[in-house]
């Protein structure tokens, strides 16, 4: 069973429109992550939640708004696309355990905008 | 967090130990070694952790150093999927303002046959 599961694998759209990635996570966990990965590989932190409360927002653009409907879902919408948004973009879950918090990551979904 | 510093990019054999390196030199008391990895169009896998104690699990070992300023990871037996970009991350173990993971560069693994 996948553990960390995001829907769609690649999207392909234009300029001006508005997607949305979907993420859901099946370990219990209570708080969930995106990353973003560009061009030149490096991942970024974008939000944070724990249960279905914003605590990690890292000064990414007011178009990217993140939904939690549960804690086990947490849903990527991005408003008017631009070239720049083009990037790899991945979830993933935590939960505590002994001071752990290791992360669980989904297998990214590949944002292309022309 | 500390920052990390880590050589880009290394070789190893297939069936030998691969030994990566880390340097974390201002690193606190309480914050903890974590390896992740990633191979290609995958998403990051974690590893191993460690505070100050060596640590081994069923993927890799983590050695490190008496005054913690840097570490190694040890992959014991190579194989050609082991191939992939391995980062080291200090960081506290938790953060009332969330728990994000803060990725460097990492080091390229290449195992060749």
């Known amino acids: 069973d996948t553990a960390v599961s995001q829907t769609p694998k690649y999207l392909v759209t234009q300029m001006g429109n508005d997607k949305s990635i979907k993420c859901e996570q099946n370990l219990g966990h209570d708080t969930m992550y995106w990353y973003k990965q560009d061009s030149k590989k490096f991942l970024k932190i974008m939000f944070s939640?724990?249960?279905?409360?914003?605590?990690i927002n890292e000064t990414v653009p007011n178009r990217f708004s993140p939904k939690s409907p549960d804690k086990a879902h947490l849903n990527l919408h991005i408003n008017s696309l631009e070239l720049g948004d083009s990037a790899v973009y991945f979830c993933?879950?935590?939960?505590?355990?002994?001071?752990?918090?290791?992360?669980?990551f989904g297998p990214g979904t590949r944002l292309t905008v022309t | 967090d500390a920052k990390t510093t880590q050589p880009p990019s290394m070789d190893c054999a297939e069936g030998r130990a691969a030994n990566l390196p880390c340097n974390h030199s201002t690193i606190s008391g309480n914050e903890y070694v974590y390896w992740y990895r990633q191979i290609h169009s995958q998403g990051p896998q974690y590893i191993i952790h460690?505070?100050?104690n060596n640590e081994t699990n069923e993927m890799a070992s983590l050695i490190i150093t008496e005054d913690r300023k840097s570490s190694t990871l040890i992959l014991p037996h190579a194989t050609l999927r082991d191939t992939a970009v391995y980062y080291c991350i200090v960081r506290v173990r938790f953060k009332a303002a969330g728990n994000k993971l803060t990725f460097g560069g990492g080091t390229r693994v290449l195992v060749k046959p």
């Open positions: 993933a879950s935590s939960q505590e355990y002994r001071g752990a918090y290791e992360q669980y």
């Open positions: 939640y724990n249960n279905k409360e914003l605590i």
């Open positions: 460690g505070l100050k």
